[in-house]
Nanobody, 115 residues
Framework: QVQLVESGGGLVQPGGSLRLSCVAS????????MGWYRQAPGKQHELVAR???????NYIDSVKGRFTISRDNAKKTVFLQMNSLQHEDTAVYYC?????????WGQGTQVTVSS
């Protein structure tokens, strides 16, 4: 079982930036596609960015050009660089598997975009 710990969220003004990190336990992290999800109040988890084990990335349209997902397999860490943040990006952000395997959700990290 892989455990996931997210960090890096906070309160930011529109147009600001944040960098989220997710550290995973387990020795086989590198073989899995990973993703960043977000959950706004009253809504389900939404996959916003995905990175394969080989480093290929995908994004939902609303974050393309603003968010960048990356990974450091040696450190078992996935990152989400978020630029030009908008009110609509406010949510709790989680990482998890984004392929054939998912694990229990971590505690997430709150991102609030507000002026």
């Amino acid at each position: 079982q892989v455990q996931l710990v997210e960090s890096g969220g906070g309160l930011v003004q529109p147009g600001g930036s944040l960098r989220l990190s997710c550290v995973a336990s387990g020795s086989i992290f590198s073989i899995y596609a990973m993703g960043w999800y977000r959950q706004a109040p009253g809504k389900q988890h939404e996959l916003v960015a995905r990175i394969t084990s080989g480093g290929s990335t995908n994004y939902i349209d609303s974050v393309k050009g603003r968010f960048t997902i990356s990974r450091d397999n040696a450190k078992k860490t996935v990152f989400l660089q978020m630029n030009s943040l908008q009110h609509e990006d406010t949510a709790v952000y989680y990482c998890n598997g984004a392929g054939t395997v998912t694990w229990s959700w971590g505690q997430g990290t709150q991102v609030t975009v507000s002026s």
